[in-house]
Each structure stands twice: as structure tokens, then as C-alpha cells.
């Protein structure tokens, strides 16, 4: 089982970057897709959700309105695009996969960096 993030990277205020998961190794069309964030210091913080047939989202307050999540199932891939991009965005963003169920699955990504500034 692998999520493997990219796309992360030094941007200016104001500016955008779209971030990428690439799975493998399970039926990612069975699992809701999260994106997490964690800066230095602060809590691990729930950005964005996705249900596993991409009709329903969710956002963090502090996102919302910036950040668009969504999936490609024939690609096993969750992307985040992240506009209007802020200094207190600088974080490492990760993607999470689970599936509910008698047993629930979960994985994570490794990770990539995301730093606003000028």
C-alpha cells in the first residue's frame, strides 16, 4: 500500500499550488480520501474530505472558499487546489485514506511541504 504526495513547494502569497496522492496497493474507489496538515508546533489539522464516489466534501473554516478537493477513481489519485494561498497555509500536507467496516482501514502519505511566503 503506497500514498505518495506531490506538488507541494515554495509559493508567494496570494499564489496556487495543486497538490497530488497517488495510490496504489487498495481499492481507492472504496475509501474517503482527508487531506491533513501539520505546521511546526500546531495540532494536525483536517483540511478537506472526500467521499469515496466524490459527491460529498468538506472543508476546514480556515480553508473553505480557497481550497478545492476531488478525486479521479480511474486515476487513484486525490488532488487538492489551493488558491489564494496564505502565510499561516506553510504546513506539511498529507493524505489519508480509510475505509468503514467491520474492519476499518486506514493509510497515510509521507507528506509534502507547502511554504507561503514572500
Known amino acids: 500500500v503506497q500514498l505518495v504526495e506531490s506538488g507541494g513547494g515554495l509559493v508567494q502569497p496570494g499564489g496556487s499550488l495543486r497538490l497530488s496522492c497517488s495510490a496504489s496497493?487498495?481499492?481507492?474507489?472504496?475509501?474517503?480520501m482527508r487531506w491533513y496538515r501539520q505546521a511546526p508546533g500546531k495540532e494536525r489539522e483536517l483540511v478537506a474530505d472526500?467521499?469515496?464516489?466524490?459527491?460529498?466534501?468538506n472543508y476546514a473554516d480556515s480553508v473553505k472558499g480557497r481550497f478545492t478537493i476531488s478525486r479521479d477513481n480511474a486515476k487513484n489519485t486525490v488532488y487538492l487546489r489551493m488558491n489564494s494561498l496564505k502565510p499561516e497555509d506553510t504546513a506539511v500536507y498529507r493524505c489519508?485514506?480509510?475505509?468503514?467496516?467491520?474492519?476499518?482501514?486506514?493509510?497515510w502519505g509521507q507528506g509534502t511541504q507547502v511554504t507561503v511566503s514572500s
Open positions: 489519508y485514506a480509510e475505509r468503514f467496516g467491520i474492519t476499518t482501514y486506514k493509510y
Open positions: 496497493g487498495f481499492t481507492f474507489s472504496s475509501y474517503v
Open positions: 472526500i467521499s469515496s464516489g466524490g459527491s460529498s466534501t
